[in-house]
């Protein structure tokens, strides 16, 4: 019943964005996530008008449609939570679209399964430089060589950092700026100090019913330990390794102590930040400007008292969990090659435009760009370009990601809320995971 409703909700969302057009012009599909505000920027006909994720998304295929007059891009919003559900039952049913958004950590599996398209010699024809893309955005959209995605930010794991009450803490340099913690035992040293100065928790994040988020701390602290919990081939993991023990143990220590604030999901993490009720919120580079227009207001308690900074480096090798969107052609949703051409050019006009997308606070996927004054000189940006370097998730050849992270999210949390015994987490994660990735479509 519940996969009826959903291939139901899908097919009225393909519906609903899918209107006939009578002008003669050449028509694709792009379904997409990121909220809808047409009521706000849908007659908004340039990009750099638009804002946040909703506004210049908005803003971009309006200015599209508005300097291409022989093609137009019919937008199909989707829900964030049950996107891949709305997506697969589309497919399922042959209501498949143009141009989808995916993540790059679910892209593999759409690759695998031979449904998007390789895009390599639509890049060379139109003139989007392979060559200029990012790190982190050509490991997350290449698979086997060819490339099956145009990425389109990296976003990652950070800290945001109330400066005033590390300035009360003694965690501050002369300069004002946080004093970074450059190993376990520092950041405890700075926990203990933060909380017997201030009387508050050093961190605030989202460790009830948010499970991503305490995947993507272990994966980084695993990560910045130059250790792999997957296998080569990507069909198993290995949780007995020393890496996996420190970063358990260390998250463990923290909330035992008292230095995370207690049974918080994501808006009660990010709310205790913006009332100055912990020193650090940990989460991703979408809330940059939440919080930077926070911290401009009279009102706020975090006036004037915002930074946001990479995860720190606690261990020998820069890493930090990264993940991010792309634009993936899917086969059969372009109905000739005339669609299929404005597809490969509606992905050219994105990507010359993606400096725009970099004001939301998610990252460039342009060598050019994240090297430009222009980027560098957004609020706060310049000191998070060497993530589009530093940036790691899971292999690409490990299948159903997202899954994956929820599986290991969920038993790193009961390290913590409950305080099960690292062993026993060790056990459940391998088992549970193995069991996943055997039973995953490949």
Same mark, same amino acid.
């Given at each position: 019943?519940?996969?009826?409703?959903?291939?139901?909700?899908?097919?009225?969302?393909?519906?609903?964005?899918?209107?006939?057009?009578?002008?003669?012009?050449?028509?694709?599909?792009?379904?997409?996530?990121?909220?809808?505000?047409?009521?706000?920027?849908?007659?908004?006909?340039?990009?750099?008008?638009?804002?946040?994720?909703?506004?210049?998304?908005?803003?971009?295929?309006?200015?599209?449609?508005?300097?291409?007059?022989?093609?137009?891009?019919?937008?199909?919003?989707?829900?964030?939570?049950?996107?891949?559900?709305?997506?697969?039952?589309?497919?399922?049913?042959?209501?498949?679209?143009?141009?989808?958004?995916?993540?790059?950590?679910?892209?593999?599996?759409?690759?695998?399964?031979?449904?998007?398209?390789?895009?390599?010699?639509?890049?060379?024809?139109?003139?989007?430089?392979?060559?200029?893309?990012?790190?982190?955005?050509?490991?997350?959209?290449?698979?086997?060589?060819? &490339?099956? $995605?145009?990425?389109?930010?990296?976003?990652?794991?950070?800290?945001?950092? %109330? =400066?005033? *009450? @590390?300035?009360?803490? /003694?965690?501050?340099?002369?300069?004002?700026?946080?004093?970074?913690?450059?190993?376990?035992?520092?950041?405890?040293?700075?926990?203990?100090?933060?909380?017997?100065?201030?009387?508050?928790?050093?961190?605030?994040?989202?460790?009830?019913?948010? &499970?991503? $988020?305490?995947?993507?701390?272990?994966?980084?602290?695993?990560?910045?330990? %130059? =250790?792999? *919990? @997957?296998?080569?081939? /990507?069909?198993?993991?290995?949780?007995?390794?020393?890496?996996?023990?420190?970063?358990?143990?260390?998250?463990?220590?923290?909330?035992?102590?008292?230095?995370?604030?207690?049974?918080?999901?994501?808006?009660?993490?990010?709310?205790?930040?913006?009332?100055?009720?912990?020193?650090?919120?940990?989460?991703?580079?979408?809330?940059?400007?939440?919080?930077?227009?926070?911290?401009?207001?009279?009102?706020?308690?975090?006036?004037?008292?915002?930074?946001?900074?990479?995860?720190?480096?606690?261990?020998?090798?820069?890493?930090?969990?990264?993940?991010?969107?792309?634009?993936?052609?899917?086969?059969?949703?372009?109905?000739?090659?005339?669609?299929?051409?404005?597809?490969?050019?509606?992905?050219?006009?994105?990507?010359?435009?993606?400096?725009?997308?970099?004001?939301?606070?998610?990252?460039?996927?342009?060598?050019?760009?994240?090297?430009?004054?222009?980027?560098?000189?957004?609020?706060?940006?310049?000191?998070?370009?060497?993530?589009?370097?530093?940036?790691?998730?899971?292999?690409?050849?490990?299948?159903?990601?997202?899954?994956?992270?929820?599986?290991?999210?969920?038993?790193?949390?009961?390290?913590?809320?409950?305080?099960?015994?690292?062993?026993?987490?060790?056990?459940?994660?391998?088992?549970?995971?193995?069991?996943?990735?055997?039973?995953?479509?490949?």
């Amino acid at each position: 019943m519940k996969r009826l409703l959903i291939c139901f909700s899908a097919m009225l969302l393909a519906a609903c964005g899918a209107s006939k057009d009578t002008s003669g012009k050449t028509e694709i599909t792009l379904m997409r996530f990121f909220g809808s505000c047409e009521a706000q920027y849908g007659q908004v006909v340039k990009a750099s008008d638009g804002v946040g994720e909703c506004g210049i998304v908005t803003a971009l295929v309006n200015e599209f449609n508005a300097t291409h007059p022989d093609i137009v891009v019919k937008t199909q919003i989707g829900e964030w939570g049950p996107y891949y559900d709305q997506l697969t039952a589309r497919l399922v049913a042959k209501d498949i679209p143009t141009i989808a958004v995916m993540h790059e950590s679910a892209l593999g599996d759409y690759v695998r399964r031979k449904l998007v398209l390789p895009l390599d010699e639509d890049f060379k024809r139109v003139g989007v430089p392979v060559d200029d893309f990012t790190e982190h955005a050509r490991r997350g959209t290449s698979f086997n060589g060819q &490339t099956y $995605a145009l990425p389109f930010d990296t976003w990652a794991w950070l800290w945001h950092i %109330n =400066t005033g *009450l @590390f300035k009360k803490a /003694g965690l501050t340099g002369a300069d004002g700026e946080p004093k970074l913690p450059r190993s376990p035992d520092e950041l405890l040293a700075q926990a203990r100090q933060f909380k017997q100065r201030t009387g508050k928790p050093y961190f605030a994040w989202a460790v009830a019913n948010e &499970t991503a $988020a305490n995947d993507r701390t272990f994966l980084t602290l695993v990560a910045q330990q %130059n =250790t792999q *919990l @997957f296998s080569d081939d /990507g069909k198993t993991i290995n949780m007995h390794q020393p890496a996996v023990v420190n970063a358990l143990t260390l998250m463990q220590t923290l909330y035992r102590e008292g230095h995370v604030r207690p049974n918080l999901d994501y808006a009660a993490a990010n709310q205790a930040f913006l009332n100055s009720e912990a020193g650090v919120v940990v989460g991703g580079t979408w809330t940059i400007d939440q919080f930077l227009r926070e911290s401009q207001k009279d009102e706020s308690r975090l006036k004037g008292a915002y930074t946001v900074k990479p995860f720190p480096q606690l261990y020998e090798k820069p890493a930090v969990f990264a993940d991010g969107h792309s634009w993936a052609l899917f086969k059969g949703g372009a109905k000739d090659a005339k669609a299929h051409e404005a597809a490969s050019k509606f992905l050219k006009f994105v990507w010359d435009h993606s400096a725009e997308w970099s004001r939301t606070g998610h990252l460039p996927v342009s060598k050019t760009v994240a090297d430009s004054a222009a980027f560098k000189a957004l609020p706060m940006r310049a000191a998070l370009t060497e993530i589009t370097q530093t940036g790691t998730g899971m292999p690409g050849n490990v299948p159903t990601q997202r899954a994956i992270e929820l599986l290991i999210g969920e038993d790193v949390a009961n390290v913590m809320i409950s305080g099960k015994a690292i062993d026993e987490v060790q056990d459940s994660v391998e088992k549970r995971v193995n069991k996943a990735l055997k039973k995953a479509r490949r």
